[in-house]
């Protein structure tokens, strides 16, 4: 099949099928660029004779967008998904993903991982914050649990350890990068921010990492399959979680001291 259409007043063609679909995916042809082929009656705008599926989308001139990697269609960019250098749509998402599995975008792969690896092993890296933060409940509970007024502080110490649970399963989770445990993060330490200044701080970093542009990459279905592809890589904890993890040393070192040294009068 071959086809002619109209660039301002001048006839072009004859084209065939496949450079004719070039040409509407690089946007020379567009809805309203008055087309023929073989077969029609008279020349016609090219959305008048496309199939529905073939029809460039309808966007605003405002709205920003991308041409999928794979089908080499525009689209939306909120209907995106970026690898890399490239975009690919919903609809190619499986076509990626497969070709991301057999190692056929390894560079790619390897050049998301190196650009988030930081960005990862620092979420890992709280998980290990967590169970830290676990054992100084588990001290604080066996410590009411332990006093002489044991009784009336059953429930307090119920709360801290319950507390040492649910931080040692977000911190298994944060350590396999699994959203539920992104979520539960996320709860303790917007609970954490009251815990002027030093847990402030710590928190506000925490929520930094899991919820910032990089922290939703590496949480997303996409890069799991980024890390399947780069078993090679490897990360190293960044200075500011040694930090961290030496706070939350000290802070349990501080809790330790006060339950041996100070004791709950009776």
């Given at each position: 099949?071959?086809?002619?259409?109209?660039?301002?007043?001048?006839?072009?063609?004859?084209?065939?099928?496949?450079?004719?679909?070039?040409?509407?995916?690089?946007?020379?042809?567009?809805?309203?660029?008055?087309?023929?082929?073989?077969?029609?009656?008279?020349?016609?705008?090219?959305?008048?004779?496309?199939?529905?599926?073939?029809?460039?989308?309808?966007?605003?001139?405002?709205?920003?967008?991308?041409?999928?990697?794979?089908?080499?269609?525009?689209?939306?960019?909120?209907?995106?998904?970026?690898?890399?250098?490239?975009?690919?749509?919903?609809?190619?998402?499986?076509?990626?993903?497969?070709?991301?599995?057999?190692?056929?975008?390894?560079?790619?792969?390897?050049?998301?991982?190196?650009k988030h690896i930081r960005h990862e092993a620092s979420i890992k890296s709280v998980g290990v914050l967590y169970f830290l933060g676990s054992a100084f409940m588990v001290v604080a509970g066996f410590t009411q649990l332990a006093s002489p007024r044991a009784g009336q502080n059953v429930m307090l110490a119920v709360l801290f350890l319950g507390l040492a649970a649910v931080q040692i399963w977000a911190g298994i989770g944060l350590r396999r990068l699994k959203l539920p445990a992104r979520l539960a993060a996320g709860i303790l330490s917007g609970l954490g921010l009251l815990a002027f200044p030093v847990g402030t701080i710590i928190n506000g970093y925490i929520l930094y990492l899991l919820y910032s542009k990089k922290g939703s990459t590496v949480f997303s279905p996409e890069y799991k399959q980024v890390i399947e592809a780069t078993p090679h890589i490897k990360y190293r904890t960044s200075i500011v979680i040694w930090i961290l993890l030496g706070l939350v040393f000290l802070l349990i070192g501080m809790g330790l001291f006060a339950v041996f040294f100070f004791p709950p009068q009776q």
């Open positions: 099949m071959t086809w002619y259409y109209l660039s301002g007043t001048e006839q072009k063609g004859p084209v065939d099928q496949d450079e004719f679909e070039r040409l509407i995916r690089q946007g020379d042809i567009t809805e309203t660029t008055v087309v023929w082929r073989e077969g029609m009656a008279n020349w016609q705008p090219y959305s008048e004779v496309a199939a529905p599926s073939e029809a460039p989308p309808a966007l605003s001139l405002r709205q920003r967008v991308f041409v999928c990697s794979e089908c080499g269609r525009t689209f939306p960019t909120d209907q995106g998904i970026r690898l890399g250098h490239r975009e690919v749509c919903a609809g190619c998402k499986p076509i990626a993903v497969q070709k991301l599995r057999e190692g056929l975008v390894d560079s790619e792969a390897e050049e998301i991982r190196k």
